[in-house]
C-alpha cells in the first residue's frame, strides 16, 4: 500500500466515523481531502470515494456538488465495468435522485431507464426505481409513460406482496 493509499483510507475511516456520529460536514471535509489526495498523486479518485461524497453531499443539498461527483464516479465505473454492467446501477439512481433536484428531468429519465434495464429484475432495487421512474415522467408531462411505468410496478410489488397489500392500493390510486 502507497503513502497516498494509506492516508486515504485513514481519511476514508475519519469520513465513516463521523457520518455515523451525525457529523455529515465533517464527513464531507475528510472525503473531499481524500478525493484530492488521489485525484493529485493517481489523476482521479476512486469510485466508491466519489459515491459516498456525492451522497453526502446530496443529502447536505449541494446538488451541483453531488452531481458532479456521482457523474465522475458513473464515468469512471463505466469505463472500468463497461456500460451494461449491473454494479452501475446503484450510482445511476443515485445520480438520477439528484437531477430531479436540478430540473435536470431528461437526464434523470435515461438513468433511471438505464438502471432498470440492469438492475436485478427480482432484487429490490427496481420497484424503488421504477417509483422513481413513475415521479420523473409525471413531472416532464409525461402522464402515459408514467402510467405505463406505475402498471409495471403494480405487476411486480403484487406478485411478491399480494394485490390486497396496501403499497399495492397506494399504485392502484396513482393509475
Not at 7 to 24: F, T, V, Y
Not at 25 to 53: H, I, K, T
Not at 76 to 87: H, K, M, V
Not at 141 to 154: F, K, Q, T
Request: glycine share 8%; proline share 4%.
Amino acid at each position: 500500500m502507497s503513502e497516498t493509499d494509506g492516508r486515504s483510507a485513514q481519511l476514508i475511516e475519519l469520513a465513516r466515523l463521523a457520518a455515523a456520529r451525525g457529523d455529515g460536514a465533517a464527513a464531507m471535509a475528510s472525503l473531499r481531502q481524500a478525493v484530492a489526495l488521489e485525484e493529485e498523486d493517481f489523476g482521479g479518485s476512486r469510485p466508491e470515494v466519489l459515491v459516498a461524497l456525492g451522497t453526502l453531499e446530496a443529502e447536505s443539498g449541494a446538488l451541483a456538488a453531488a452531481s458532479g461527483h456521482l457523474r465522475g464516479a458513473l464515468d469512471r465505473q463505466s469505463a472500468q465495468l463497461g456500460e451494461d454492467s449491473p454494479a452501475l446501477a446503484d450510482t445511476m439512481i443515485r445520480l438520477a435522485a439528484v437531477g430531479p433536484a436540478l430540473e435536470v428531468l431528461e437526464t434523470a429519465e435515461e438513468l433511471l431507464r438505464r438502471a432498470a434495464r440492469i438492475v436485478d429484475p427480482a432484487g429490490p432495487a427496481l420497484p424503488a426505481l421504477l417509483n422513481d421512474l413513475a415521479r420523473v415522467l409525471v413531472r416532464r408531462g409525461d402522464n402515459a409513460g408514467a402510467e405505463s411505468v406505475l402498471v409495471r410496478l403494480h405487476e411486480i410489488k403484487a406478485a411478491h406482496v399480494g394485490s390486497a397489500h396496501p403499497e399495492v392500493a397506494t399504485i392502484v390510486a396513482a393509475l
